[in-house]
């Protein structure tokens, strides 16, 4: 029963990801506004429901731990993984735009909640690594900054929507919801039932805290990423992305903080450095070759970087 469960998970996380990818991408064409925009909105905010859940619940319990841990860990996996991956399986495209704006944008969200969080640590600073409730409120304020931001300044048209048949609005947003829906209960089902399958076959809780949990609430962006990428809608997985990590950062990580400060004591530097590369390596990835995307072997160096980091957390069980 537990591995049916686990197959209907997955069934309905590929099929969930059709469906909002479908709904977003029409949505878009609809509004006007680009499909980047979409995917980092709706795409990028709902794919991290997950991560929403479990932060918010580890701050209400004062689990700080459990919090920040959830959010580093999922933007760490949603660069060096998921973006990694998909650029292995299509090379994903960048505008101009996404180079000079939104990767940097996101770089500098994950550079703000690593001085706000734990940059005492970095500057000789003695006292605890801690994200105080007028910090948290100072997140959630830049967040909202960003949304505006990216609103105002968004000029794309619906590039080649015009060409096709119009999806009925509520046709779309019916289907953005089914699949939004699909992605959440599918990816629930899997991480509940894989964890069952894992304890069966005696694999260590913390091993699988590390891999099937730290994972499983990524599921949704993964799916919805390489769905998008096969649908040749780069602009929609790298805004799922990129929406995704902001989001994690700036509003999950800003709640949580209103609702209790939360300690970054049990984050390591390692950790840090490792997020910021994944925050850094799309930007790199954006100046080389001869057209800007990341190119296939650009996201073999993120998923070799994602193992190693990997390795290193097993290592350290």
């Known amino acids: 029963m537990t591995l049916i469960l686990l197959l ?33 909105t709706i795409v990028g905010f709902g794919t991290s429901c ?6 918010l619940t580890g701050a209400f319990e004062g689990n700080a731990d459990i919090s920040v841990g959830n959010v580093i860990g999922s933007n760490i996996f949603n660069t060096l993984f998921i973006l990694g991956l998909t650029a ?21 969200a994950t550079v703000i909640l690593l001085i706000l969080g734990m940059g005492g640590r970095f500057v000789g600073i003695q006292g605890p690594d801690t994200l105080s409730r007028w910090e948290g409120a100072l997140l959630l304020l830049l967040f909202a900054a960003y949304l505006f931001y990216c609103f105002r300044t968004d000029a794309d048209a619906a590039d080649n929507g015009a060409r096709q048949t119009p999806v009925p609005v509520w046709k779309a ?32 809780d913390k091993f699988i805290a590390v891999t099937i949990l730290a994972g499983g609430t990524s599921l949704p962006e993964l799916a919805t990423s390489i769905v998008a990428a096969a649908k040749h809608k780069d602009q929609l997985a790298l805004g799922n992305i ?16 209103v609702v209790t400060p939360l300690s ?28 800007c995307r990341i190119d296939r072997w650009e996201g073999a160096v993120m998923l070799l970087c994602f193992a190693a980091y990997y390795v290193y957390l097993f290592n350290k069980l």
């Open 242 to 257: 990129l929406g995704s990590n902001v989001f994690n950062a700036m509003f999950i990580l800003g709640t949580a903080a």
């Open 264 to 291: 970054f004591g049990a984050m390591t530097t390692a950790d840090a450095i490792v997020l910021m590369l994944s925050a850094l390596l799309p930007l790199l990835w954006a100046y080389t070759g001869r057209r």
């Open 50 to 55: 997950p991560e929403l859940v479990v932060s």
């Open 8 to 40: 209907v998970g997955l069934g309905l996380v590929v099929l969930g990801a059709d469906w909002l990818v479908d709904g977003a991408s029409a949505i878009a064409r609809r509004a006007g506004v680009s499909e980047f925009v979409i995917g980092l």
């Open 88 to 108: 292995v399986l299509l090379p994903v495209s960048m505008t101009d735009k996404n180079r000079r704006r939104d990767i940097p944008i996101a770089l500098a």
């Open 173 to 204: 947003v019916l289907l953005a919801l089914l699949g939004l829906a699909g992605l959440i209960l599918g990816g629930h089902l899997f991480v509940d039932n894989a964890t069952t399958l894992a304890r069966q076959l005696g694999v260590s």
